[in-house]
């Protein structure tokens, strides 16, 4: 089975601009999450998504914003790029909501540098 | 809030030697602990895990014990090899997101 997919694999924007990253998560899997790993950091969480609906969201601004399809596929929009938002942009997988007992499965992650 | 706090790195280990990585936690509620690998330009990788006290999580020579008094899931393997340089992070969760340690470079040296 193919795992967590994410596009693009690098990305470079300039500040002010706005990008969306892409995720297809694990067949049968419902929920996605993102996460930022910043360089040397562990990752942050931003977003859960379940069925279409958010379920979480982490300490970013509203800059920040995401959706899941019904295909439960998944996008992260980032409006009003700063430097700041430069890192690596995971996405993850589950087969239930809860992360409790489900563990996170990731994708290779998109790297956008913010210019 | 919940939080995880690991041993800080670089390590560098020869092959074969013993390897602790430590790792604390602190949580409101009764968490499950992970340990995840993250090999240079890939995402993370589940290693192993434990979602309750006392439980064992293990997976290629890799251990770890969840410690509710001590509040610990310290990762160990007994003889590391050079494949295993990697970056190593502990996590935990609660409900519907995982909090992150901030790594630990690991690089084993033949």
């Known amino acids: 089975d193919a795992g967590v997919t994410q596009s693009p694999t690098h990305l470079i924007k300039t500040r002010g601009q706005q990008v969306t990253l892409r995720c297809s998560p694990i067949?049968?899997?419902?929920?996605v999450s993102w996460y930022q790993q910043v360089l040397g950091q562990g990752p942050q969480f931003i977003f859960q998504?379940?069925?279409?609906?958010?379920?979480g969201r982490g300490n970013f601004p509203d800059r920040f914003s995401a959706r899941q399809f019904p295909n439960y596929s998944s996008e992260l929009n980032v409006n009003a790029l700063l430097l700041g938002d430069s890192a690596l942009y995971l996405c993850?997988?589950?087969?239930?909501?809860?992360?409790?007992?489900?563990?996170?499965?990731f994708g290779n992650g998109t790297r956008l540098t913010v210019t | 809030g919940d939080s995880v706090t690991q041993m800080e790195g670089p390590v560098t280990l020869s092959e074969e030697a013993f390897l602790t990585i430590n790792c604390t936690y602190t949580?409101?509620?009764?968490?499950?602990l992970f340990w995840y690998v993250q090999y240079p330009g890939e995402g993370l990788q589940l290693l192993l895990k434990?979602?309750?006290?006392?439980d064992k999580g293990s997976n290629k020579g890799f251990e770890a014990t969840y410690r509710k008094e001590t509040t610990s899931f310290h990762l160990e393997k007994g003889s590391v090899q050079v494949s295993d340089s990697a970056v190593y992070f502990c996590a935990l969760s609660t409900g519907n997101q995982f909090y992150f340690g901030t790594g630990t470079s690991l690089t084993v040296i033949p």
């Open positions: 067949s049968g899997h419902k929920s």
């Open positions: 949580a409101t509620g009764y968490p499950s």
């Open positions: 993850a997988s589950s087969h239930g909501q809860g992360s409790y007992n489900s563990p996170l499965h």
């Open positions: 434990a979602t309750k006290a006392d």
């Open positions: 998504y379940y069925e279409k609906e958010e379920r």
